[in-house]
Structure formats: structure tokens, C-alpha cells
């Protein structure tokens, strides 16, 4: 017997239609459509259970959107068109789709020309996007992670290639220069979380500490009350080649570019927070600013002993790998 992934897809249309909880062990729903009694599970079969298991428990919010956006419930209703499940088949395309559409709305960007922008320079989705993105520091196993580079590479004009030589400009890409800053209370616009659990998030998905990462953040800002990031959605001070700091089109921007600047110091072979604070500070590992260092590691203690206050995004079913700054 084998579980055909279209099975699980339309499932998945169906449970969104109805309203149907699609965190819900849809395998067990798809072995009770396609089985026969008498016939056992084979080693295939196990390997779509978990495929589809971990499909629907990570994605599930992105499919959502999706269906909302193509108006599914409505068209289920009356009958679902083949188009619309092929769609559904096309299960990584829809996410890929979704994801860049997400990331795009961060940076200020026009998703549909965001979209056709990867369509066109990964045929489709059938390259793969490291290989786009000229970055090799990060889990390009991850969809969402791969959009998320992948429109800060656009921004940075940072891809394999500049966007001159494949014939745009950044300016191709942006909807206007219009800036979402900060709430008073910390929950950002566009994503619907908090400062905390976006940049916790984005720690996650690029592999640093964040419990590091956010102190230093924390340190930078003045507990997020600087003028950088409330006007400009700068968290870290970040500058250009002529020394001028960069304004982001959003918070969720800012956090972005800061916690992947962090995540070229993997390369350094720093092993503590003195070091660090001499490259952070100083652009030198041997000259340690030890004031930067006592304030970090300070906010490091109190952040890591309650992470989940901070962290913790409720319904999260996706689980980034985690590992020490």
C-alpha cells in the first residue's frame, strides 16, 4: 500500500474548508480511506506518515493562508476545481509561494514580483535556492528559511549574481517607502507577534543562541527604547559602506538583517563573550570592551532562565534546530 501524498493534500482542502483542526493526525484519516483490511503498513508507508506528519504539523498555518488567499472555502463549497488541488499537490510550490509572500510584506516588497523574481531564477522552485541565495550558513533544508534569506539577499543585493546583472534593481522590487515601526506595547504589525518572539524565531531558523543574541540586541537599544529602532527599525546599530545607518521597512526587517549580521561571527572562532565583545565592539577579538561584556552576559542570565516569557510563540507546532551562538 502506499500513502500518496495527493491523498494527504486533499485532505488538508477538505479540513480547511470545514474548519477542521489541520493539526489533526491526517494519516490515520488517509489509512482508514486507502486501506484495505488485511493489508499491513510497509516501510514506504512509514516514511509518508512522517513526511505528511511533519507537513501538516509545520506548515499547517501556511496553507491556511494560502487557502484563504485563493479563496478555497468559498470554491469547496461548491465543488473543489482541479486547479485549486493541483495546487494543493504542488505542496512545496504553495508553500515556497506563501513564505515569500510573507517575507516580502516585511521588507516592504511587491510579492507577486518577489515571487516571479524566484520562480524565474530557481525554474520553478527545482533548483535549489542555496545556490540563489550565495549563503551556506543556514538550513537550506527549510522552506521558510529560504524565503526569509532570500528576500533579505534581494535588499542586500547579495544574491549569486547583482540584481544589475540579472537585469533589476531593488527598486523593481519595492511597493513604496512607506516604514512599519514598533508598537508601544512590542507586538509588531505585520507578523502579529511580539519583538521577543519574532527575534527568537529568526535565532532559531538561522542556528544562533538567542539568548545571547537578544541581550546583545537589548544592550544595543537601550532595552528597545533607542530612536534607531523606533524610527528607523534599526536593532543594532547596523551602517553602510559610508558609515550611515540603514532604515528598515519594518521591525521584522530589522530583526532580520541584525541577527544574520550576528551570524557571521560563527566563522570567527570566538568561544566566549569576552572575545566576542572585543570583535563586536572593537572589530578585534584581543582588545575586549568588558563593560559590553558585563551588560551581555548579565541579560544573558535573567533571558535564559525564563526563555519561554520571552520565546514562546503559542500553537508554534515548527521546530527550528537550536544551537549555542
Not at 277 to 286: A, L
Amino acid at each position: 500500500m502506499k500513502i500518496k501524498k495527493e491523498l494527504y493534500l486533499s485532505l488538508m482542502a477538505l479540513c480547511l474548508a470545514t474548519n477542521v483542526n489541520t493539526d489533526q493526525n491526517l494519516y490515520t484519516i488517509g489509512t482508514q480511506i486507502e486501506s484495505e483490511a488485511d493489508e499491513k503498513a510497509t516501510d514506504e508507508d512509514t516514511e509518508n506518515k512522517v513526511y505528511m506528519d511533519q507537513f501538516v504539523s509545520g506548515h499547517s498555518k501556511a496553507l491556511s493562508e494560502y487557502a484563504r488567499s485563493i479563496n478555497l472555502v468559498d470554491n469547496f463549497t461548491a465543488g473543489i476545481s482541479n486547479d485549486l488541488l493541483t495546487d494543493f499537490q504542488n505542496s512545496e510550490d504553495v508553500l515556497y509561494d506563501s513564505y515569500l509572500t510573507t517575507y516580502a510584506k516585511y521588507f516592504n516588497f511587491d510579492a507577486d514580483k518577489v515571487i516571479a523574481f524566484a520562480r524565474n531564477l530557481t525554474k520553478n522552485y527545482t533548483i535549489p535556492f542555496k545556490d540563489i541565495n550565495n549563503c551556506d550558513n543556514y538550513n537550506d533544508k527549510d522552506i521558510e528559511t529560504n524565503c526569509m534569506i532570500f528576500c533579505h539577499q534581494i535588499l542586500r543585493d547579495d544574491l549569486y549574481a547583482s540584481l544589475e546583472d540579472l537585469g533589476y534593481s531593488k527598486e523593481d522590487f519595492l511597493k513604496n517607502n512607506e516604514i512599519t515601526t514598533i508598537n508601544d506595547d512590542l507586538t509588531l504589525k505585520d507578523s502579529n507577534l511580539t519583538f521577543y518572539q519574532f527575534f527568537g524565531k529568526v535565532c532559531d531558523m538561522i542556528d544562533i543562541d538567542k539568548t545571547y543574541a537578544l541581550p546583545i540586541c537589548l544592550h544595543e537599544t537601550s532595552h528597545l527604547n533607542s530612536r534607531l529602532l523606533r524610527v528607523q527599525n534599526n536593532v543594532g546599530g547596523l551602517r553602510n559602506e559610508d558609515g550611515e545607518h540603514f532604515t528598515y521597512a519594518s521591525p521584522e526587517a530589522g530583526i532580520i538583517a541584525f541577527c544574520r549580521n550576528l551570524k557571521r561571527y560563527d566563522k570567527m572562532n570566538i568561544n566566549n563573550i569576552t572575545e566576542l565583545s572585543g570583535m563586536y565592539v572593537h572589530g578585534d577579538i584581543n582588545k575586549p570592551d568588558h563593560k559590553w561584556a558585563k551588560s551581555v552576559a548579565s541579560l544573558h542570565e535573567v533571558i535564559s532562565n525564563d526563555q519561554d516569557e520571552y520565546f514562546a510563540i503559542q500553537n508554534n507546532n515548527k521546530v527550528y534546530q537550536k544551537s549555542q551562538f
